[in-house]
């Protein structure tokens, strides 16, 4: 079973302030996915790397696959209120056949105005 | 707006009883994951289904089962609910590619009283 632990579980947050969430594991994944969940809705996907060591930017996201493929970044620059939601991260493996997709623990952040 | 639907938004059952729950994955999408979600916690995989047949399946007994139809829309049972069983329920499409993308509804909340 692909455990994947994400660091801090909460973050409160004042508007304009930079943060980190980690997503770590013991398990190698072919490709990692983030994914920002609001109240009431479904996750939403906010990038995929596939590539260890890969950096890939979304405007103020800046988001990193580890180079032996078992964790990931995401720094947040100058948060805002918009930010505010559930990231998740998921890491996909072949699983007998099928693409497994597992999830994170989740971050909650808050961005306060 | 991922094109994936599910009916109904909410549910409210009471212990013992059985639920179903409905999606209708995005045009195009033949594989439909289904998640559990507990408050503030990652998605859980219950099982995947890809050409009408189940894929890939989490640890969840057997009370919880699904279907596929045709047109790739899916339903999620679930026997004899317990207490637990409380939790925002997922359906996600996709088209069993590597990396592939997940495409979230917006889930079913489902309480056990």
């Known amino acids: 079973t692909q455990l994947l632990e994400q660091s801090p579980q909460f973050l409160s947050i004042q508007e304009g302030e930079n943060l980190t969430v980690y997503c770590n594991s013991s398990?190698?994944?072919?490709?990692l996915q983030w994914y920002r969940q609001e109240p009431g809705e479904g996750p939403v996907l906010l990038v995929t790397v596939v590539t260890g060591g890969e950096v890939k930017k979304l405007k103020r996201l800046t988001f990193q696959f580890g180079d032996a493929r078992k964790d990931s970044s995401l720094h947040i620059t100058a948060a805002q209120p918009g930010d505010t939601g559930l990231y998740l991260c998921?890491?996909?493996?072949?699983?007998?056949?099928?693409?497994?997709?597992?999830f994170g623990t989740g971050t909650k952040l808050q961005v306060i105005p | 707006e991922t094109g994936v639907t599910q009916s109904p938004t909410h549910l409210i059952k009471t212990r013992g009883q059985q639920v179903t729950l409905r999606c209708s994955s995005q045009s195009g999408h033949n594989t439909v994951s289904w998640y559990q979600q507990a408050l503030g916690q990652g998605p859980q995989f219950i099982f995947q289904y890809y050409r009408e047949e189940e894929n890939g399946r989490g640890n969840f007994p057997p009370r919880f089962s699904g279907l596929q139809f045709p047109n790739y829309s899916s339903e999620l049972n679930v026997n004899a609910l317990e207490l637990d069983d409380s939790a925002l329920y997922l359906c996600?499409?996709?088209?069993?590619?590597?990396?592939?993308?997940?495409?979230f509804g917006s889930g079913t909340q489902l309480s056990v009283l």
């Open positions: 996600a499409s996709s088209t069993r590619s590597p990396d592939e993308k997940l495409f």
């Open positions: 398990s190698v994944f072919s490709s």
């Open positions: 998921a890491g996909e493996v072949n699983s007998g056949g099928y693409q497994k997709v597992t």
